[in-house]
Every structure is written in C-alpha cells, then in structure tokens.
C-alpha cells in the first residue's frame, strides 16, 4: 500500500507543480497588414469619350474646318465627318442673323459633344456679320477702357446670337 501510497503522492505532486507554475503566455497574432484598396481612377466624360474614339476620330476631333456654303445641309454633312469645329467666313453669311443661326445649328452633329463653332468678328474692317455696327479696334485703341469692353461685351452678344461660340477677334 505504501507503493500505491507514493506513486499517488507523486502523481499529485505533479499536477501540483504543473498547476502552480506560471501561465504560458497566448502566443499574440501578429498584425496583419490591412488590405490596401487601390482606388478606381474616375473618369471624366471627356475623357471617357476620347477613349471610346478611334485614332482618326481623335485626329478628327481637334480640326477646324470650313467650306463655303450656306445651305444648312450641306455644312451638317461635312460636319458628320467628325470635325470637332467650323469656322464661319463670309462665305457662310448670307445677309441675315436667322439664316446664319439655322447654319449654326445645322453644324451640331452631336448635342452630346456639341462643335467649335467660330467666327473671325473684329468689327470695323475685318466683319463677317454685316448687322455688327460697333465699332473695331482701329476706332477704340485710344478710347476709355471702360467703353472698350462695352463694345466687346456687345459684340460677343451678337457673335453668340448668331450661333458662333468662338471669336477670333481682337483680345
């Protein structure tokens, strides 16, 4: 009985040395780095619909181009060759502010992606609107400033009226 005695002395010996020695610590997870989210670009719409283009649209795209005539027709089929803008001359005015804004709008292929469409309107000697009576810059270079931007303010009403919404006139 003594053997029995002492083996179980020893086996409670154990445990109690196991239960009185000091916790081993939880090993900690180590950090994890978080995923990092690389942000999705956005795009602008003109950008997005300059990569939607092919490289002769792109080439397209940036010429201003004219004809002479002033049938609304044909200037909006040589518009639908993707041009990005029109220069109207003389040859485009045919006397009144209503045709020339019919031709205007016959050049807008594309609301979504509306044209340049300019006109060379410095008043005085060089008009390509004869209903433009303000006076040019020959006439206004040693007048107030304050009247000289009057008269420009007029005149980009006039140069807007008639459709065009570019002035390659005197800045």
């Not at 002479?68 to 639908?80: C, I, N």
């Not at 006109?119 to 400033?145: A, F």
């Given at each position: 009985m003594r053997r029995k005695f002492r083996g179980l002395a020893l086996v409670m010996l154990v445990a109690l040395m196991a239960g009185c020695s000091p916790?081993?610590?939880?090993?900690?997870p180590s950090?994890?780095?978080?995923?990092?989210m690389t942000p999705t670009p956005t795009l602008s719409p003109a950008e997005i619909a300059v990569d939607a283009m092919t490289i002769e649209e792109q080439a397209a795209s940036v010429v201003m181009g004219h004809?002479?005539?002033?049938d609304p027709e044909e200037v909006g089929d040589y518009m639908r060759s993707g041009l990005g803008g029109f220069i109207l001359m003389g040859s485009n005015v045919e006397g009144d502010e209503e045709h020339l804004q019919m031709l205007a709008e016959a050049l807008i292929v594309d609301e979504g992606l509306p044209p340049l469409i300019?006109?060379?309107q410095e008043g005085g000697g060089v008009s390509r609107l004869p209903w433009d009576d303000l006076p040019g810059g020959?006439?206004?270079q040693n007048t107030d400033p304050e009247d000289v931007q009057s008269t420009f303010e007029q005149r980009a009403g006039l140069v807007s009226a008639a459709g065009a919404n570019v002035?390659?006139?005197i800045v």
């Amino acid at each position: 009985m003594r053997r029995k005695f002492r083996g179980l002395a020893l086996v409670m010996l154990v445990a109690l040395m196991a239960g009185c020695s000091p916790e081993s610590p939880e090993p900690t997870p180590s950090p994890t780095d978080s995923p990092t989210m690389t942000p999705t670009p956005t795009l602008s719409p003109a950008e997005i619909a300059v990569d939607a283009m092919t490289i002769e649209e792109q080439a397209a795209s940036v010429v201003m181009g004219h004809i002479p005539s002033t049938d609304p027709e044909e200037v909006g089929d040589y518009m639908r060759s993707g041009l990005g803008g029109f220069i109207l001359m003389g040859s485009n005015v045919e006397g009144d502010e209503e045709h020339l804004q019919m031709l205007a709008e016959a050049l807008i292929v594309d609301e979504g992606l509306p044209p340049l469409i300019a006109i060379d309107q410095e008043g005085g000697g060089v008009s390509r609107l004869p209903w433009d009576d303000l006076p040019g810059g020959s006439q206004l270079q040693n007048t107030d400033p304050e009247d000289v931007q009057s008269t420009f303010e007029q005149r980009a009403g006039l140069v807007s009226a008639a459709g065009a919404n570019v002035n390659f006139g005197i800045v």
